[in-house]
């Protein structure tokens, strides 16, 4: 048995030299190297900027959907919109484990979501059996390939799929905040009534503990009014993130003129990297995990105003990400709930 | 005499709420707030992407080049190309300093380089006086505006202005080398034959020591030669950093599988964040100091195949910096001699 890239690589058919994520065809066949992960495939999540394009694309009709998505499969043997670029990412449960990765703790007949995204998984549909256009989900007869330096997360038993993908989805950021954030300091969270910014702040308000500040901005009243129910901040900001002045204002009134140690940036449009900066204190760490960002108006934006602070480009994977964002699930009913209602 | 907002926002006229970095038109009235430093300039060093596109629209006629650059300047309050969103930097000497600001070491009659951008610098041009198409260099009589945020550097005596103004242009590189590597470390340098590269590769070889390894990937032969002829790396591999895996193979060989503790990217061509991230070991250091580096293929990427590494968006500011890149023209005379060499 052949042992393939732990990167995949083996398996990129063109071009020659790069990796899977970045490749325009790979190889699905399902045969096995000794240092891969086999898996039965349950249901495709698909990301969200992928399947409203093919949505759009198809103009809602699921036949057409399905031929879509199957044909995207058949020609680049992954599912990556050709379009958008993204993947997303898929459950299912283990059906062989290369010898080389024996030493895993992981056994046949897991079931398991990828953490890494459908872009660079070697996938092949034999059928699609559901397409859940409300949800992106399509429910599938197939098989997928998991690197040896791919991640993954056994799915819990005591939290349903839904819930748990919801989590896991967005797992790096409360992993990397608990690494970041200590005892007494003042945190900002830009964007911090979405899915993120509420576990991002819930692990914050964790590590700062009581001599520590938590400091939300949000845009949405709404999701402004969710933090201060669920107890989340010491300070909720109703302001637009894209108004730097504006947030750096307040936040030196919240703060008195100290600003903050770290600030997360969560929020999901373009320009809020000055905001995210201005705030920060000399020295301090702004950490991106929106994919939005701007790496040259984060960089010309913090050399720009003189602020000698780290920048941090969000890695969604921490070794043990996926349980650290799980448990915040079992030790916050509150949180569980408000998942619950909002993702199932 | 009125006080301005620290960041320049009192002098931007549209859009109101922005920096004057993204504002479409800056106030250039020289007259001085509290907290700002009037200029009278001696020389624009218009960025290197502005001056090509001003170059080729006015197919390379310095008399359309003039008045290209005075009706930018008329109608924007700023020298920002509004095709590139690219300054530059500007030196000349200090006319008037707020009082707010006395507390400053420096004095009128001091010569200085403007740290910031071109891009959000008030800018008032009386006459323009001569334009010299090599070196993107613009000799004006006119006036500047530096904000209180603003960072500059005063220009040295004993070394040339042109030689200066290269070095302070990737002052922030050497100094965050300087922060983030340890004796005994192994560094990776991405393009370590350009400017950048060779004073990271510098300081990189001074703060490891004896213990570390400095190792350089280099695309251009003669760069790499360059590096090996100055002794400023212990390995120099000339390969493609677009080239992942190729760049990987080769660096685990090197390292006998431990590749580095700290990675610094310098290069300025797309798509090599992959071998930057391929080759940092777990828990390491990518330090992007390239503005072709994107955000999303960073983050994506190190997700991707599994790498638990911190990278850090390159922050061109760094208390000290200016000093400390001078002084490595200073205790290293073949840099300097390299430097005159090629920038001179």
Redesign the interface.
């Known amino acids: 048995m052949k042992k393939g890239?732990?990167?995949g690589?083996h398996r990129v058919i063109e071009p020659k030299?790069?990796?899977?994520?970045?490749a325009l065809k790979i190889d699905n066949t399902m045969e096995l190297y000794s240092n891969e992960i086999l898996i039965k495939v349950q249901t495709l999540n698909v990301d969200s900027a992928s399947f409203t394009q093919i949505k759009d694309a198809c103009n809602n009709d699921k036949g057409r959907i399905s031929e879509m998505i199957k044909k995207i499969v058949e020609e680049r043997g992954k599912l990556q919109n050709p379009v958008t670029g993204s993947g997303g990412m898929l459950i299912g449960t283990v059906e062989a484990i290369g010898p080389d990765l024996a030493h895993l703790d992981l056994k046949v007949g897991d079931r398991i979501a990828t953490?890494?995204?459908l872009?660079?998984t070697p996938l092949k549909i034999d059928r699609i059996k559901n397409i859940n256009v409300e949800t992106d989900q399509v429910d599938i007869e197939g098989k997928a390939i998991i690197f040896e330096?791919?991640?993954y997360a056994v799915l819990p038993e005591d939290i349903p799929d839904r819930l748990a993908l919801a989590v896991l989805d967005v797992a790096?950021a409360p992993a990397q905040v608990e690494r970041l954030v200590k005892k007494g300091m003042t945190v900002g969270i830009i964007g911090g009534g979405g899915k993120s910014g509420v576990l991002c702040a819930y692990q914050a308000r964790k590590n700062a503990g009581e001599t520590g500040k938590v400091i939300v901005v949000e845009y949405s009243k709404e999701n402004a009014r969710r933090i201060e129910e669920l107890g989340l901040a010491d300070e909720v900001i109703v302001a637009d993130a894209t108004?730097?002045?504006?947030v750096?204002e307040r936040v030196m009134a919240l703060t008195k003129g100290k600003l903050c140690d770290v600030v997360i940036n969560n929020v999901n449009v373009e320009?809020t990297e000055?905001s995210s900066i201005?705030i920060t204190k000399d020295r301090g760490i702004v950490y991106?995990f929106s994919?939005a960002?701007?790496?040259?108006r984060?960089?010309?934006?913090?050399?720009?105003?003189?602020?000698?602070?780290?920048?941090?480009?969000?890695?969604?994977?921490?070794?043990g990400h996926a349980e650290l964002s799980l448990n915040i699930l079992r030790e916050a009913p509150e949180i569980r709930e408000l998942f619950e209602n909002l993702y199932q």
């Open positions: 890239c732990p990167f690589s030299g790069s990796l899977p994520q970045s953490l890494v995204s872009s660079l330096s791919g991640i790096g108004k730097p002045i504006e750096y320009s000055m201005l991106f994919m960002t701007s790496f040259t984060a960089a010309l934006g913090a050399e720009g105003v003189g602020k000698d602070i780290t920048m941090i480009i969000g890695n969604g994977y921490a070794r």
